[in-house]
């Protein structure tokens, strides 16, 4: 095993050496690509106001500070998709702060802030120092439209639902001094009709080679913790497959390939996944995507999504008791189908990521053992955990809030780490030793290895040793106490 060990990692110093030359070279093309095709970004325009977007991070539990990489491998849409709605007369400056210091000394006289879950918490302190050196401030995202109320005590104004629909109202607004306290977006109305977003801002950061195209919003399940049923009720909409293609030919002029295309359910339709899969089929691209289990039941579908580049799907899986989904109002699958909806997907040749829910109503301690064994049975590459989080907003949190339950509403802790309120079977502590547990167990080298090189899936090397290079990044998460994941 050691013999093998050092074999491997060997191979992924190498490979990564390689990987950084090609990335390098990458980054050179898009340089001059900008250079060649995006001349405006190069010259000193005179503009009448200016927006400062910032994607922010989450702060560490451990260390109090803000979680910082060298590098975004996956940076968020938002950012980009508003700029590329901003109007002409209007200068537009990106922050991902996960790689980036925020510029508090900036010249922007509004600054909007976008952030996933409990990174808000995190954001509200910047957000604090902008308003006293006198900017406007405006968040939005998930977490602010679930908890407005609590995102106005930190801005001037805040977006409910999707910013795009209400973007130039909230910068014209802004222009005449009317800024409106609150925004909020119609979820019934068609999420197409959009710009390419600015990818040439993105770009020219220190990102990896995946870059985000929105397919969808919504879902039509109701799981009753679930932050998307929360926020969009059982609505799932589509953008036009030709507005999906134009955006992918755009990210690759930039030298981006692999893409991730954003639908928190991408096989809800079966009809348009089916179209959408076959005009992607022609563009040879490589693309990561989170789908229901659902999909498993279509292997017509599957394999359609094999052929227009789908290296992997994300599922929900949850949990490994029944019981549980049952108790949290995820009734459209059984646990004990799980194996063979897997060996569907490895016949399909599509590599797979899980994302699995600890301390559920109905879990014991046993049901952490279950779970890693769940993972190493059926050799799941990327696999993720969370604590069960009563997310402000979701039936879930109602739920406990009317049961007494909630043991802190301190949202910092709302980390999905932590265990924020009363196990139905289990104490807290036992819940958070037990994830930990998972986690370290999972993410141990040697099972690392048996994960990854011994996949059902069959690929080739340089997959493997992403899916290596990946492992090894959440690995020292793991060892950092960060939820791997939602960096």
């Known amino acids: 095993?050691?013999?093998?060990?050092?074999?491997?990692?060997?191979?992924?110093?190498?490979?990564?050496?390689?990987?950084?030359?090609?990335?390098?070279?990458?980054?050179?093309?898009r340089r001059r690509f900008l250079a060649a095709h995006y001349p405006d970004r190069l010259q000193k325009r005179q503009y009448a106001h200016k927006v400062l977007i910032i994607s922010s991070t989450l702060k560490s539990k451990e260390t109090g500070k803000?979680?910082?990489?060298?590098?975004?491998?996956?940076p968020g849409l938002a950012p980009a998709l508003l700029a590329g709605l901003t109007p002409p007369d209007w200068d537009v400056e990106l922050c991902y702060e996960t790689i980036e210091e925020i510029p508090l000394d900036t010249d922007a006289d509004l600054v909007a802030v976008t952030a996933m879950g409990y990174a808000l918490w995190h954001a509200f302190d910047f957000m604090d120092e902008f308003r006293r050196r006198g900017k406007k401030v405006i968040c939005g995202g998930p977490m602010a439209s679930l908890v407005p109320d609590e995102a106005l005590q930190h801005a001037d104004a805040v977006c409910i639902g999707e910013a795009e629909t209400q973007w130039e109202t909230i910068l014209r607004?802004?222009?005449?001094?009317?800024?409106?306290?609150?925004?909020?977006?119609?979820?019934?109305?068609?999420?197409?009709?959009?710009?390419?977003?600015?990818?040439?801002?993105?770009?020219?950061?220190n990102v990896g080679p995946i870059v985000a195209v929105l397919v969808g919003r919504g879902c039509p399940h109701s799981c009753e913790y679930c932050s998307i049923f929360a926020v969009y009720k059982n609505r799932y909409k589509r953008r036009t497959t030709d507005e999906v293609v134009r955006d992918i030919q755009a990210a690759k002029s930039l030298g981006f390939r692999e893409l991730l295309l954003v639908d928190d359910n991408i096989g809800a339709d079966f009809r348009t996944a089916k179209q959408l899969f076959e005009a992607l089929i022609p563009l040879g691209i490589r693309w990561v995507g989170q789908c229901a289990l659902t999909i498993l039941r279509r292997p017509d579908l599957l394999e359609l999504a094999r052929r227009s580049g789908c290296s992997t799907l994300s599922f929900g899986f949850e949990t490994v008791n029944t019981a549980s989904l049952e108790a949290h109002d995820k009734t459209f699958v059984k646990s004990e189908d799980y194996d063979e909806m897997l060996t569907a997907l490895a016949r399909s040749g599509i590599n797979v990521s899980s994302e699995m829910i600890l301390g559920m109503d109905g879990d014991s301690e046993e049901t952490f053992e279950r779970t890693i064994d769940f993972v190493m049975r059926n050799k799941i590459t990327l696999p993720r955990f969370y604590v069960l989080t009563p997310i402000p907003g979701t039936p879930l949190f109602e739920r406990m809030k009317r049961e007494g339950k909630i043991l802190t509403y301190d949202y910092n802790e709302y980390n999905g780490a932590t265990c924020v309120y009363r196990p139905r079977a289990l104490t807290p502590q036992q819940v958070e030793d037990g994830y930990w547990r998972v986690y370290n167990e999972v993410f141990k080298l040697s099972s690392i290895l048996k994960r990854?090189?011994?996949?059902?899936?069959?690929?080739?090397?340089?997959?493997?040793?992403?899916?290596?290079?990946?492992?090894?990044?959440y690995r020292s998460q793991v060892k950092r106490r960060i939820c791997p994941g939602l960096v």
């Open 1 to 29: 095993m050691q013999l093998l060990l050092w074999t491997v990692l060997g191979g992924m110093i190498l490979a990564g050496g390689l990987w950084a030359w090609r990335r390098g070279l990458a980054q050179r093309r």
């Open 66 to 74: 803000p979680v910082k990489q060298r590098m975004l491998y996956a």
């Open 173 to 205: 607004d802004h222009e005449r001094g009317e800024l409106k306290q609150r925004y909020e977006s119609n979820l019934d109305q068609a999420c197409s009709g959009l710009p390419v977003p600015r990818y040439d801002l993105i770009a020219e950061k």
């Open 452 to 473: 990854c090189l011994t996949s059902r899936i069959r690929t080739n090397v340089a997959f493997v040793l992403f899916l290596l290079g990946v492992n090894l990044a």
